[in-house]
Nanobody
């Protein structure tokens, strides 16, 4: 059974960094794109970043471009989200999700249908 477990969230000051991890089990990671989503209180869930079967191509939402970096290690079945220069507006529950690759590319956000339980990220002084 496909399972995703996030870790690495916490409280950090503005300008700080966190690295989120997503551990995958129960499926062959090579066939899936992995994405990070986030949902802040009172807001809709939004796609933040996605990585396809290899290190490239990757996708970033405009709001995190240049600050966040997604990476994956298929052998370890791990996906990471390095978050730098964090801002209060980055505060949210972060989820990793899996979706079948679409011609070796990230599929549309709506096609991610396997989710982890989420990890809270709070950016505050």
């Amino acid at each position: 059974q496909l399972q995703l477990v996030e870790s690495g969230g916490g409280l950090v000051q503005p300008g700080g960094s966190l690295r989120l991890s997503c551990a995958a089990s129960g499926f062959t990671l090579d066939y899936y794109a992995i994405a990070w989503f986030r949902q802040a209180p009172g807001k809709e869930r939004e796609g933040v970043s996605c990585i396809s079967s290899s290190d490239n191509p990757t996708y970033y939402a405009d709001s995190v471009k240049g600050r966040f970096t997604i990476s994956r290690d298929n052998a370890k079945k791990m996906v990471y989200l390095q978050m730098n220069s964090l801002k209060p507006e980055d505060t949210a529950v972060y989820y990793c999700a899996a979706g079948l690759l679409l011609r070796n590319l990230c599929p549309p956000w709506a096609d991610f249908n396997s989710w982890g339980q989420g990890t809270q990220v709070t950016v505050s002084s």
